[in-house]
């Protein structure tokens, strides 16, 4: 199996800087997308931010210009940098990766158990 873990989230005021960080550990053969997602009281699930191993990514439009995916591919790890963090930018933040677990096997997705992001103003 594949464990991804978050690690990163914490309070901070509005206009500050929180940067995520997701290792993927386990069984895995290859680790194609990592995300980050969001989910804040009441609301569903939402994709920040989207990485592929060649590094291309994509965000969602209301943290274009604030935040930054990255991933190290040698470390399994994926990151986000949040900069300009705004008090709706409040949620728990969780990273899925993409993996197979064998040459021949599938890709499924892997989820993380989430970190908490709170945003004062």
């Known amino acids: 199996q594949v464990q991804l873990v978050e690690s990163g989230g914490g309070s901070v005021q509005a206009g500050g800087s929180l940067r995520l960080s997701c290792a993927a550990s386990g069984s895995v053969f290859s680790l194609n997308d990592m995300g980050w997602y969001r989910q804040a009281p009441g609301k569903q699930r939402e994709l920040v931010a989207n990485v592929i191993r060649d590094g291309s990514s994509m965000y969602t439009d209301s943290v274009k210009g604030r935040f930054t995916i990255s991933r190290d591919n040698a470390r399994n790890t994926a990151y986000l940098q949040m900069n300009s963090l705004k008090p709706e930018d409040t949620a728990v933040y969780y990273c899925?990766?993409?993996?197979?677990?064998?040459?021949?096997?599938?890709?499924?997705?892997?989820w993380g158990r989430g970190t908490q992001v709170t945003v004062s103003s």
């Open positions: 899925k990766g993409v993996a197979k677990l064998e040459a021949g096997g599938p890709f499924k997705d892997y």
